[in-house]
């Protein structure tokens, strides 16, 4: 199994010309789920005692299994919050697995991770945090967010009356669903505000105004959102900062997907006061073109991340001798056994430099705004909210939400587009309406009049 003979060679050179085809080509297909019934019935057993080959496995993934999932870079995948990996992060993304760099300490993957401290600090540039002010790269939001709140918890029991108590944080009914599942991972209570489209410092301060003393006594942080998934809403993160710092409170901002428009100098203003965080969420694999799966936790003070996540165990000793001293990613989230999966942004930034990142993102921005114009024009279309970053809600006249369901199957099933409905709250109430989200630069104009076109 680990030698190396003519079917691994064969086989190396058919993986390497998969991959060479994937990477160059220019028109993708749209592929679609199956039921795992019909999967089973294409393929077969894949997993036996003496194997079916790779020959056999590798012609059985293209012929089907590929064509069950969908490119998340095709230019009319609209849903969700897709990605755009630019091809040189795909093509580092094959040298990083290739190479088997242990991403977790100094000692085993210094020339690794020195790449990734280098891609980072391009991101803690665009944040404008103070000096000293770090990161590690994780597998997405999630983690980040997780290791954030973590970090913020241990913080707040360093004072012993905290110890043991159940912790309290603060955000908004718009924030990722990350958040709340996360709290629910450290055992913390979230206490959700309602706003009408963002929370600002005052819905802040009116929240904390109206707990009483014992609860008020058991809240250690706030979450603002630097561009919501569902609108591309920018929370009032100066105001909120203002306040957290007036109350003694961690103030994160999870930015996992709107932190890439930092680099956009047309929208950069609406991000005032992220510079007055105590950590940050980026994902590089949503809007900063990266492959899957790379996200970003940025800290003001990474000491206090590190007192947080720091492992100890007697075979891990040796990481903290002298001999073997260096930036240990592993201390500062949630992860010890790591990827340096931040490699394919730092070769794609090292090779096409962080002007084209910024044009890269403007577009996505640009995209929106020439969508929201299509839509204004149109008789049968209206926009719900302006376009806010590179998020766009609009609505069908005339449909209910069967309509917006049974258009996204059909258009997915053609092999068209995927753009998914979503939910807005208009006035009590929860309303079905259709959802852009550009990340892609590739997507044009007539992809999205073509799109707009499909409601008639």
Request: aromatic share 8%; proline share 3%; hydrophobic share 40%.
């Amino acid at each position: 199994m680990h030698n190396i003979d003519i079917d691994l060679v064969e086989m190396t050179l058919d993986v390497m010309k998969y991959a060479i085809h994937r990477i160059t080509a220019t028109s993708l297909e749209l592929g679609q789920p199956k039921k795992e019934e019909e999967l089973r019935k294409l393929v077969g057993e894949t997993i036996t005692s003496q194997g079916i080959g790779g020959e056999k496995a590798f012609q059985l993934f293209k012929d089907v299994l590929v064509k069950a999932t969908v490119p998340i870079d095709h230019p009319r995948h609209l849903a969700f919050v897709s990605a755009a990996p630019t091809r040189a992060s795909i093509m580092f993304d094959l040298v990083t697995s290739a190479s088997s760099i242990h991403g977790a300490y100094w000692m085993e993957g210094a020339g690794g991770i020195f790449c990734e401290n280098e891609a980072m600090k391009w991101l803690v540039s665009l944040t404008r945090l103070p000096e000293g002010a770090f990161g590690v790269f994780t597998s997405g939001g999630t983690a980040a967010n997780l290791s954030a709140m973590v970090a913020a918890r241990e913080n707040w029991r360093k004072d012993p009356k905290n110890i043991g108590v159940r912790g309290l944080i603060i955000t908004s009914i718009g924030a990722h669903s990350s958040i709340k599942a996360m709290a629910k991972v450290i055992d913390a209570d979230i206490l959700l505000v309602e706003s009408e489209n963002r929370l600002t410092g005052s819905d802040l301060k009116n929240t904390i105004d109206s707990i009483s003393s014992d609860i008020r006594k058991r809240l250690f942080a706030v979450v603002g959102t630097g561009g919501t998934t569902n609108a591309g809403i920018i929370d009032d993160l100066q105001g909120i900062a203002r306040i957290c710092q007036k109350e003694n409170l961690w103030f994160h901002v999870d930015a996992a997907y709107g932190g890439g428009a930092l680099a956009a100098d047309s929208v950069r203003h609406l991000f005032k006061g992220i510079e007055m965080a105590d950590s940050i969420t980026i994902d590089p694999h949503k809007w900063l073109f990266s492959p899957y799966d790379c996200g970003a936790v940025i800290y003001k003070n990474p000491d206090k991340a590190k007192e947080a996540h720091a492992q100890e165990g007697s075979y891990l000793d040796i990481f903290k001798d002298e001999g073997a001293i260096g930036f240990n990613p592993s201390d500062y989230q949630i992860q010890l056994t790591r990827r340096v999966r931040g490699l394919p942004l730092w070769f794609s930034l090292a090779m096409h430099g962080t002007d084209k990142y910024k044009k890269a993102v403007e577009q996505g921005i640009a995209l929106a705004q020439i969508a929201g114009k299509l839509i204004a024009e149109a008789s049968y279309v209206e926009l719900v909210r302006e376009p806010s970053l590179s998020c766009v809600l609009f609505r069908r006249l005339g449909w209910k939400p069967k309509d917006y369901y049974n258009w996204t199957y059909k258009n997915h099933k053609s092999g068209f587009a995927l753009v998914t409905p979503t939910k807005w709250k208009n006035g009590n109430i929860k309303e079905t309406i259709a959802r852009f989200c550009f990340i892609n630069p590739d997507t044009t104009k007539d992809d999205i009049s073509a799109i707009l076109k499909s409601m008639k």
